[in-house]
């Protein structure tokens, strides 16, 4: 049984640029959230995917966005990469149609910003 | 004022010994409530899933008081591998987005 799975494990960018991280759900779940945890913090919800669509947001800007594919794996996509995007960035799955509704963390693509 | 609180600790504890600690949270909406624990450069991982009558997994006790609006985790006869950061969790409905607190940590020493 797949868990959730993340690429790239580490990445290093330079302000101003754009990043792209990629997140395929544990086996049978249609479901995937995002979240941002800088250091020494609980992580932030920045947003969720349900059949290929936005569910629900968190407070972060416009720069954050994302898509769902059809086979349930999911994009993180940042522009103009700030300093204060250096953070670890967990994707979790779930199985929202019917449940159960537990969530599922991959390892994380830990970004650093320069 | 943070949706959930945390004593972030640390709460050095003797290997043996039972350690107990809470959360606060503030949206009264709160539906599901979970503690997860991290280790260092980890991800969460799923403790438990704390229930309104109170449930316990092993060693572990989750409790949770909706008059109050805390949960609590109680962890018996401490392990050197209880070594680790728990995060108290709510959630406004379940599969909705989590809600976390900062973590407290709790350091389990021989």
């Known amino acids: 049984d797949a868990g959730v799975t993340q690429s790239p494990t580490h990445l290093i960018k330079t302000r101003g640029q754009q990043v792209t991280l990629r997140c395929s759900p544990k086996s049978g779940h249609d479901t995937v959230s995002w979240y941002q945890q800088a250091l020494g913090q609980g992580p932030q919800f920045i947003f969720q995917y349900y059949e290929e669509e936005e569910r629900q947001r968190g407070n972060f800007p416009d720069r954050f966005s994302g898509h769902q594919f059809p086979n349930y794996s999911s994009e993180l996509n940042v522009n103009a990469l700030w300093l204060g995007d250096s953070a670890l960035y967990l994707c979790a799955s779930t199985l929202l149609a019917g449940g159960p509704y537990e969530q599922y963390f991959g390892p994380g693509t830990r970004l650093t910003v320069t | 004022r943070k949706e959930v609180e945390q004593d972030p600790g640390p709460f050095n504890v003797p290997e043996g010994a039972t350690v107990a600690f809470n959360c606060t949270y503030s949206?009264?909406?709160?539906?599901?409530f979970f503690w997860y624990r991290q280790d260092c450069r980890k991800e969460p991982k799923l403790l438990m899933s704390?229930?309104?009558s109170g449930n316990e997994d092993g060693r572990f006790t989750a409790q949770l008081n909706r008059a109050s609006q805390y949960i609590s985790l109680l962890i018996r006869d401490s392990k050197l591998s209880d070594s680790a950061t728990y995060l108290c969790v709510v959630a406004k409905a379940a599969g909705n987005k989590l809600t976390f607190g900062g973590g407290t940590r709790v350091l389990v020493k021989p």
């Open positions: 949206n009264s909406a709160s539906q599901s």
């Open positions: 704390v229930y309104s």
